[in-house]
Each structure stands twice: as C-alpha cells, then as structure tokens.
T-cell receptor, first 114, second 109 residues
Framework: SAVISQKPSRDICQRGTSLTIQCQVDSQVTMMFWYRQQPGQSLTLIATANQGSEATYESGFVIDKFPISRPNLTFSTLTVSNMSPEDSSIYLC???????????FGPGTRLTVT | QQPVQSPQAVILREGEDAVINCSSSKALYSVHWYRQKHGEAPVFLMILLKGGEQKGHEKISASFNEKKQQSSLYLTASQLSYSGTYFCGTITGANNLFFGTGTRLTVIP
C-alpha cells in the first residue's frame, strides 16, 4: 500500500496567479499521476510523471499551463498557472502500486479561483 | 476515450441488489473499479484482467468481457456503507488509467 499526502488541502486564489500543489508518498514509486475532478464529475488524467523524465500530458493539457516536477521517487508537484475560474476543481495525485494492480490516491487539493 | 457507465444514478433500499455497467469503445487490457464517497479520494475495489474472469469482494463482485469491451459491477444485499459514486477505470495500450463517467449509488434504510 501507499500513503499519500497533498498540500495544500484547499486554497482560494485570484485569477492570473499560480498555485503549486505538492504530493508526497511514503514509499518510492515509479509512476505518479495527476488528475483533475470538477464538481460532480469524473476524474480526468492530466499527466503522468516519471522520475528522471519529462511528464507526459494528456490531450487538452499542456506543460505551460500545468508544469510538473518529479525530483525524486517520493515527491511531485503540479503547478496551475495563470489561473482562471475554469480551473476551479479538485486536483488529485495518485501512484501506481502493487505492480500496477491498483492506484492509491491522495486526499486532493480543492482549488477555487475567484 | 472515456468509458461510459450506466446507470448514472441509482437509489436502493438496504438489502437490494444493483448492477453497474461500464462500456469502452477501445480495446481493454484491464478494468479497475473504485468507489468515492463525498469529499474523499477514490478507493480501489478490484481489478479485472483479460480472460473474462469474475472477481468477488465480500458482497461486491465484477465481471469483464473483453470481447464486448464491457465490465459490470454487482452489489448484492446492499448496505448503507455502499453509498457513493462508483467509477470504472480502464487501462488501454498506454498503461494509463481512464475513469468512466461514474454512477452515483444511494442506499437508504
């Protein structure tokens, strides 16, 4: 299993600013994922972050808007840049564990952009 | 690419059964099922791999038909604790997990 923490748990930000979300895992993992979940909606994969390589972004998400860092095997950050109200959402990180048999999710960061 | 789930929502009385379906337009390597309670992170329930296997987890079981690219989650003798939103997640060739549209399940006394 894996225990994941995220910081901050929630934030209210003004449009045009940026927020960096941190994700910390209690064990070393190869693959980390970032998801976005808008209110009442499903989870949408933003990108996959492997240590030592650039993140791979899904369609509709770009590095300039959502830069990701993965400096080691237990930590990653996601930055939401130049925010607009449409970025208001819950952002979750997850890790693959048990040889890909499942993913464990962090508690999420609830972002509100005004 | 997002898998489609049905029904979108269902209300059950304690002890009743339910089936949640998940359908994909792409070939599937595996299907994951998660449950998310309001304000919480999704929690893994089970994974099904290619081969048409059926898995069980107490009173929750699932099947996977890779030819039809479909999976079904079966909840029997539902309990109040089963309430939440259920998501299927499908793994395609890129080994990334894509979540379905979700099914909101409410169990009432």
């Amino acid at each position: 299993s894996a225990v994941i923490s995220q910081k901050p748990s929630r934030d209210i930000c003004q449009r045009g600013t940026s927020l960096t979300i941190q994700c910390q895992v209690d064990s070393q993992v190869t693959m980390m994922f970032w998801y976005r979940q808008q209110p009442g909606q499903s989870l949408t994969l933003i990108a996959t972050a492997n240590q030592g390589s650039e993140a791979t972004y899904e369609s509709g998400f770009v590095i300039d808007k959502f830069p990701i860092s993965r400096p080691n095997l237990t930590f990653s950050t996601l930055t939401v840049s130049n925010m607009s109200p449409e970025d208001s959402s819950i952002y979750l990180c997850s890790v693959e564990a048990d040889r890909g048999q499942q993913q464990y999710f962090g508690p999420g960061t609830r972002l509100t952009v005004t | 690419q997002q898998p489609v789930q049905s029904p979108q929502a269902v209300i059950l009385r304690e002890g009743e059964d339910a089936v949640i379906n998940c359908s994909s337009s792409k070939a599937l390597y595996s299907v994951h099922w998660y449950r998310q309670k309001h304000g919480e992170a999704p929690v893994f329930l089970m994974i099904l791999l290619k081969g048409g296997e059926q898995k069980g987890h107490e009173k929750i079981s699932a099947s996977f038909n890779e030819k039809k690219q479909q999976s079904s989650l079966y909840l029997t003798a539902s309990q109040l604790s089963y309430s939440g939103t259920y998501f299927c997640g499908t793994i395609t060739g890129a080994n990334n997990l894509f979540f379905g549209t979700g099914t909101r399940l409410t169990v009432i006394p």
